[in-house]
């Protein structure tokens, strides 16, 4: 999800607002998928207002926002399954003494992709390489052998524009994007 990062009024400005929605990944997740119920999952107020504000002026219907960690929508909805989950550019906490803050970590991996439906996929990009690195060495770590999974690499050219995706190739960052399948 994504945050307000300046006044209010860069968002009433109604051309500003065009290339401000293509660019969230909510909004490219509703609209390309318009027959499922979204859930946009963003723990900060800001998030939550975009998202929001978002909805309403681009008549989304398909969200529903949950405005609190994902880890905590985990515990409490036990028993919702995905068909697909997103995670684009999670805060990459670049110094190694906060890699420990990142998200995506083993424990976290192993719960999220026990809640995808058979065949689900769950989709993850960063440009922080050595964040890549470290999914990688989970989803080959014997824990996760356990379930039934493939995860390969897949072009960027099927992600969406969104901000952090624009803000890397703005900074020449490779991005690195993978695709984990439950069987
Ligand atoms: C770097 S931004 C990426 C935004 C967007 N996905 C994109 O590609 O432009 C990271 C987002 O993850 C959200 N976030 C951070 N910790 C989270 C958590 N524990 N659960 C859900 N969202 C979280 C932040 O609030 C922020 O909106």
């Not at 906060?98 to 976290?108: D, I």
Request: some cysteine; hydrophobic content about 35%.
């Amino acid at each position: 999800m994504t945050h307000f990062k300046s006044g209010w009024s860069d968002y009433l400005n109604p051309e500003k607002d065009k290339q401000y929605f293509k660019a969230l990944d909510y909004y490219l997740i509703s609209k390309n998928n318009l027959n499922s119920q979204i859930i946009g999952i963003e723990p900060f107020l800001n998030g939550v207002v975009s998202v929001i504000y978002s909805c309403v002026k681009q008549n989304i219907d398909n969200i529903l926002v949950y405005p609190n960690p994902v880890e905590k929508f985990l515990e409490k909805y036990k028993k919702i399954y995905f068909k697909e989950i997103f995670i684009l550019f999670p805060d990459p906490w670049h110094k190694k003494k906060h890699h420990k803050r990142r998200l995506v970590q083993l424990p976290f991996l192993k719960n999220i992709v026990k809640r995808l439906d058979k065949n689900g996929k769950l989709y993850f990009a960063t440009d922080n390489q050595d964040y890549f690195e470290s999914v990688q060495d989970c989803l080959d770590s014997k824990d996760l052998k356990k379930i039934p999974i493939v995860h390969k690499k897949i072009d960027v050219k099927h992600l969406g524009q969104t901000k952090y995706f624009l803000r890397a190739k703005k900074l020449g960052n490779k991005v690195n994007f993978l695709v984990i399948v439950k069987s």
